[in-house]
């Protein structure tokens, strides 16, 4: 195998995405490692150790590479790599000192968070990476072509951040990051439930909580739903029963910061590309855009048309195809390659 | 001839060695042999002759001979509280025990052999039982913890990321572990179970009516009438014969379930105190596993009437006896010799 291979990389904090050259999306598991403590060896990744968050005895250390949309654990983030990658589709250390590697980032992290991206790639022999922000990526993926004179804006609330974005002409005009993103609703809503009800849950839980019971609707149906944790006091399990209206009153503030952003982007822009952005409406990606009622709450603040992409999910990774193609170049439009 | 007899020999080596699985515990034995299924299941006691020191009675035998004995007979229950206390009795228990079926021809020294142990033993503890392995000649020995073979034993996929609890209610400890992905994350184990039970119930006999009994009485007592419920409405009863403490001489009387239950009671009160702390120490994840799936008991323990109904009330989850709660420690070993306790390997049947 030694043909030139391109490889894109999503390195989500919530989730791992590959892409490679010919054989599309090979890879879509949450980033999440398990190693036994004694040997180092891996013992699971992906959706099999995200089972294991909080349920692990003292033998396995269950490891997130990521953190708040940045590598910070460099050794278990280039382990999760390898292993996918050797797993998947076989490709070992040597298959890829040939490779062309995109990986995706948030939009605003500093120089050494990008060159620790960088430095992953070399680590596992690939030489010729570049860094490409998530929001051109994800527009790509999506669809939509950035390579004419039109504004786009973006947001991609993702597992760690929220980046929000200008494109124009294939190029990002302006865009800003908060680290407030799932796993930031997940901590939210642990505490919230540990607050009013004195009961500990797990990640897996409050993960669970949020996709099932997040609901942005003005009107929203009323869904209880029982959950499990531990109490504080007694220390014993406990049911503890949640409907969907506290769900929102907890996850609600991180929405209107996110508004926030989006408006002091909006502020930003070009008259000219706010015009565009006024008549074509905000394109949403990112697996937080699959909480119901997003579209009409955003909507509704902003007062432009919201889209969720038909692809939330996996449009990083697949816009990282076009990125291959062109190096992020703007002058070369992939589309019409 | 000679090219004959190498045949056999050969045969036999290779035919010899087997995977054994002991749950050594205080009050009971049992021995898994692969291919032969569990060929002893008897109280742990073995009767030796005081002068020639030979082994008279091992198993059943010589637990009838507790209480009994002369001069001439030593009695000796060789674990105590969970552990080895003397060493050399117990090597000759395992190897009486081995042959105790006739026609099991098996090469000791060229088995693998599990042996059992309660949660939380000093690092001597372990390493007694180690030794006991190579004092055997058995080259290939490990060592588990009862509560994860008896989890095994009860019908539990231990293996999976669904969390569970079992409580092993023995002879000599009580041990209490919740288990995930093949191994044990929170466990405890503290020293009151049966034989502590048969002390309590003695000494009630002793200080309540004043009338002395033998263990065996106390331990007949105990699974006849012993009971947890809280509403007993045709309280049952037995005799208990023994020695008067003024008069010396021997006297019999009635106890009744109640009584009993009430002496039982105070033990378990502790049991249930220590399940709470395990709780305490569980991560939150589990918990939520555990509230679904209940908690397992094990274990000679789990036969008294009404306990999962006692821990009900003071815990709160749901508790389930265990199919086969004597045997499941060993029946949990069958699993284990398979893959050599290892969580990674998750051994099918």
Redesign the interface.
């Given at each position: 195998m030694n043909e030139k291979l391109g490889l894109g990389i999503d390195l989500g904090t919530a989730n791992l995405l590959v892409f490679l050259e010919r054989k599309g999306i090979i890879f879509n598991e949450p980033s999440v490692i398990a190693f036994?403590r004694e040997s180092g060896r891996i013992?699971a990744a992906g959706e099999d150790a995200h089972?294991?968050?909080?349920?692990?005895?003292?033998?396995?250390a269950v490891v997130k590479p990521l953190r708040n949309g940045v590598i910070s654990d460099m050794r278990a983030a280039k382990a999760l790599l390898t292993y996918v990658l050797g797993k998947v589709e076989n490709l070992t250390e040597k298959n890829l000192s040939k490779t062309t590697c995109v990986i995706c980032c948030p939009s605003e992290v500093t120089k050494i968070e990008r060159d620790v991206m960088i430095d992953l790639a070399a680590k596992m022999n690939i030489m010729d990476v570049f860094i490409e922000e998530e929001i051109k990526s994800g527009a790509l993926g999506a669809g939509v072509d950035i390579f004419k004179s039109k504004g786009i804006l973006v947001v991609d609330i993702g597992g760690g951040t929220t980046d929000v974005g200008v494109l124009s002409f294939g190029d990002i005009v302006l865009s800003r990051t908060i680290r407030k993103a799932g796993s930031f609703m997940d901590d939210e809503i642990s505490k919230y439930v540990k607050k009013t009800q004195s009961v500990?849950?797990?990640?897996?839980?409050s993960e669970r909580i949020k996709i099932e019971l997040g609901d942005l609707h003005d009107h929203a149906k009323v869904v209880t739903n029982k959950?499990?944790?531990?109490d504080m006091v007694?220390?014993?399990?406990?049911?503890v029963t949640l409907t969907t209206s506290e769900i929102s009153s907890v996850i609600t503030p991180v929405f209107d910061e996110i508004i926030k952003l989006i408006s002091a982007v909006l502020k930003d822009t070009p008259p000219e590309l706010s015009a565009d952005i006024y008549q074509h409406g905000i394109l949403l990606t990112g697996g937080c855009s699959l909480i119901r009622g997003i579209e009409q709450y955003i909507e509704k603040r902003i007062q432009v048309p919201v889209k969720v992409v038909h692809n939330p999910l996996t449009c990083v990774a697949e816009g990282t195809k076009y990125l291959l193609k062109n190096r992020g170049d703007y002058l070369v439009n992939p589309l019409q390659l | 001839m000679a090219i004959a007899i190498g045949k056999k020999g050969k045969e036999q080596t290779s035919s010899l060695g087997k995977n054994i699985g002991i749950d050594l515990g205080t009050a009971n034995i049992l021995v898994y042999v692969e291919g032969e299924g569990i060929i002893t299941n008897e109280p742990s006691v073995i009767a030796f002759d005081y002068e020639t020191n030979e082994v008279i009675a091992t198993g059943q035998m010589a637990a009838d001979m507790i209480g009994k004995g002369h001069h001439g007979i030593k009695i000796v229950s060789p674990l105590n509280q969970g552990v080895i206390s003397d060493m050399e009795a117990t090597k000759k228990l395992i190897e009486i025990s081995l042959h105790k079926v006739e026609n099991i021809n098996i090469d000791i020294s060229q088995s693998t052999l599990l042996l059992c142990c309660p949660s939380e033993v000093t690092q001597l503890e372990r390493d007694s039982f180690m030794s006991l392995g190579s004092k055997l000649g058995v080259k290939d020995v490990f060592i588990e913890q009862e509560v994860k073979a008896g989890a095994i034993g009860s019908g539990l996929d231990i293996f999976s990321?669904n969390?569970s609890m079992i409580i092993d209610i023995g002879g000599g400890s009580t041990d209490i572990g919740v288990?995930?992905?093949g191994?044990?994350?929170v466990s405890e184990s503290n020293r009151i179970a049966g034989n502590y039970l048969d002390n309590e119930i003695m000494n009630h006999m002793q200080y309540v009516h004043g009338l002395l009994v033998g263990k065996k009485t106390a331990e007949r007592i105990k699974i006849e009438i012993g009971s947890l419920r809280e509403q007993i409405d045709n309280p049952r009863e037995t005799y208990a014969n023994g020695r008067d403490v003024v008069t010396g001489l021997p006297r019999k009387i009635m106890v009744n379930e109640l009584e009993i239950r009430d002496v039982l009671a105070r033990p378990f009160e502790t049991i249930a105190t220590m399940v709470?702390?395990v709780?305490?120490?569980?991560?939150?994840?589990?918990?939520?596993?555990?509230?679904?799936n209940g908690i397992y008991i094990s274990g000679g323990g789990a036969m008294i009437d009404g306990v999962d109904e006692f821990l009900h009330k003071r815990?709160?989850?749901d508790f389930h006896i265990s199919r086969r709660p004597m045997t499941a420690v060993v029946d949990g070993t069958k699993l284990l010799l398979k893959n050599r306790g290892s969580?990674?390997v998750k051994p099918t049947d």
């Open positions: 036994d013992v089972k294991m968050l909080g349920k692990v005895h003292s033998k396995i500990e849950i797990g990640e897996l839980t959950y499990a944790g531990r007694k220390g014993i399990p406990k049911w | 990321s969390g288990l995930s992905l191994d044990i994350v709470l702390k709780l305490q120490n569980t991560p939150a994840e589990l918990s939520a596993d555990i509230i679904v815990v709160g989850m969580y990674f």
